[in-house]
């Protein structure tokens, strides 16, 4: 993170001990600015809306899940750039899929037990500011963490790109068309929630993304690599 600007963090849960555990983390962390830290649900979308912060982790509470997921979406929708942390105790992929990965980009998976773990919280707050959907390695019987949404020929021209392939050897690797690995790449920084106004070349940014994506992957027990 050396260099990079502090990523602005709102929390909210009605669980004082997270909450307090969290904020206390986070407050005063290299590469975090903490803005506020709530367990009102209305002031932590008034906050999103008012403070537009990259990263707003919902502490989802034992419960009150379907408030606490109702919660993180009106964040969304308040603050359309906004990435979620989610931070829950539930270890089902049915929960993970269902309530989170609907949306393209942006949100973090993490279990309770967990977040009190610097740099696996840290890393799903990268990854939600990053426009990344990560779940906890924890999830999944493969470790891996999960980059939703993408199709196999999406992964395949992501990891290519990264491996430096112009679009003229990409497209030769994947016996398509110039047209057809426009249409592909495009699809693809749609779903990754890279804009062209973002003062970034949209293929340098899919590159960080996906190295971003790797060092997850790799920070996790037994993790499998993206594609």
């Given at each position: 993170?050396?260099?990079?600007?502090?990523?602005?963090?709102v929390v909210?849960?009605?669980?004082?001990?997270?909450?307090?555990?969290?904020a206390?983390?986070?407050?005063?962390s290299?590469?975090?600015?903490?803005?506020?830290?709530?367990?009102?649900?209305?002031?932590?979308?008034?906050?999103?809306?008012?403070?537009?912060?990259?990263?707003?982790?919902?502490?989802?509470?034992?419960?009150?899940?379907q408030?606490?997921?109702?919660?993180?979406?009106a964040?969304?929708?308040?603050?359309?750039?906004?990435?979620?942390?989610?931070?829950?105790?539930?270890?089902?992929?049915?929960?993970?899929?269902?309530?989170?990965?609907?949306?393209?980009?942006?949100?973090?998976?993490l279990?309770?037990?967990?977040?009190?773990?610097?740099?696996?919280?840290?890393r799903?707050?990268?990854?939600?500011a990053?426009?990344?959907?990560?779940?906890?390695?924890?999830?999944?019987?493969?470790?891996a963490?999960?980059?939703?949404?993408?199709?196999?020929?999406?992964?395949?021209?992501?990891?290519?790109?990264?491996?430096?392939?112009?679009?003229?050897?990409?497209?030769?690797?994947?016996?398509?068309?110039?047209?057809?690995?426009?249409?592909?790449q495009?699809?693809?920084?749609?779903?990754?929630s890279?804009?062209?106004?973002?003062?970034?070349d949209?293929?340098?940014?899919?590159?960080?993304?996906?190295?971003?994506?790797?060092?997850?992957a790799?920070?996790?027990?037994?993790?499998?690599?993206?594609?």
């Open positions: 993170r050396a260099g990079s600007p502090a990523v602005s963090v909210v849960t009605n669980d004082d001990e997270m909450r307090h555990g969290l206390n983390q986070l407050d005063g290299f590469g975090v600015e903490l803005l506020a830290a709530t367990d009102d649900p209305i002031m932590a979308v008034a906050f999103a809306q008012g403070l537009a912060p990259e990263v707003a982790i919902v502490g989802v509470d034992p419960g009150h899940e408030l606490s997921i109702k919660t993180a979406h964040i969304r929708e308040a603050s359309p750039e906004t990435g979620i942390v989610v931070i829950a105790d539930d270890t089902e992929t049915e929960y993970v899929e269902d309530k989170i990965s609907r949306d393209v980009g942006g949100w973090s998976y279990l309770r037990k967990n977040a009190d773990d610097s740099d696996s919280l840290m799903a707050v990268d990854g939600a990053w426009g990344l959907v990560t779940v906890d390695p924890s999830v999944y019987d493969t470790g963490v999960v980059l939703f949404g993408l199709t196999s020929d999406e992964q395949q021209t992501l990891r290519l790109m990264a491996l430096g392939y112009a679009d003229d050897a990409i497209a030769n690797r994947m016996n398509c068309g110039s047209d057809a690995l426009s249409d592909i495009q699809t693809l920084y749609d779903k990754l890279i804009e062209s106004n973002s003062g970034v949209l293929r340098v940014r899919a590159v960080m993304t996906y190295h971003l994506a790797m060092r997850f790799q920070s996790g027990p037994s993790a499998d690599v993206i594609a």
